[in-house]
């Protein structure tokens, strides 16, 4: 808090401060992304997916626990296809002597199909029986309160994918996104909106999570090779040292 305010007299932005992060070591864990081959929007072959790996490895992550699309409209991906897929992975993770540990769940669409899933406990989890769900990019889903009550009473704890990234929460009324913690959402952004990956507005909300303390889990959602330059050029930003240092952030909990 004290540099933060010695930056504020002296007329420089926090953000705009060096970052003293040279890898993700604090982080340890990324527990989103797609890179199970051929099953999502995400990596196309085994080899690129171990070429990610290996640069995860450099970069200071210990772990990876990536998330395919589940969507009913979609990438209909069942618990089979991903566990499959992950075992894969994991053999080429051994044949290539990589020393990371590599797991898998979904990132589940909030659309009509996640009430049989439930009714099956049918769902992929992580951690304390976390669940990482999102939602449309484009309209506000009209019974969002009612879906996470049915995963909250069934015993999951849910983390809303990339919140920051919803504009008719931050255009509107950022009180929504209080709405949501209050009924006790756990919030999980990406790394890459603190590089504007996603646009300005992504960007500056964000910041404001983290300024208010409602980060409490952060992810690369990388999908192919080419993020993984953004990725590395996350490490510039005081924002990312300022989540990463927050005794709040839950990724090392997951080890």
Do not use: W
Not at 11 to 22: H, I, M, N, R
């Amino acid at each position: 808090m004290f540099n933060q305010l010695k930056h504020l007299f002296s007329g420089q932005k926090f953000e705009d401060t060096p970052s003293s992060l040279t890898d993700f070591s604090l982080m340890g864990v990324d527990m989103h992304s797609h890179l199970i081959p051929g099953i999502d929007d995400g990596v196309k072959s085994m080899q690129d997916s171990i070429a990610i790996l290996r640069k995860f490895q450099d970069l200071g992550f210990r772990k990876i626990i990536t998330s395919p699309h589940v969507v009913s409209d979609g990438y209909n991906n069942s618990t089979e296809t991903i566990l499959k897929g992950r075992d894969k992975v994991r053999e080429a993770i051994k044949e290539n002597n990589l020393q990371i540990e590599f797991d898998a769940v979904a990132e589940y669409y909030l659309d009509y199909s996640i009430n049989e899933k439930i009714e099956k406990k049918d769902l992929l989890t992580f951690g304390k029986n976390y669940v990482l769900v999102e939602l449309s990019y484009l309209t506000k889903t009209n019974n969002i309160h009612d879906l996470m009550y049915k995963l909250q009473i069934a015993g999951y704890r849910i983390i809303l994918a990339h919140p920051e990234r919803y504009p008719y929460y931050y255009e509107k009324d950022f009180a929504q996104y209080h709405t949501l913690k209050d009924r006790n959402v756990y919030f999980q952004i990406n790394l890459m909106s603190l590089v504007g990956k996603y646009g300005k507005g992504a960007k500056s909300t964000a910041e404001k999570m983290i300024d208010e303390n409602m980060v409490n889990f952060v992810g690369t959602d990388l999908h192919n090779e080419n993020g993984l330059e953004v990725i590395k050029s996350c490490l510039k930003e005081k924002y990312l040292e300022k989540i990463l240092t927050c005794d709040r952030l839950l990724n090392k909990t997951l080890l």
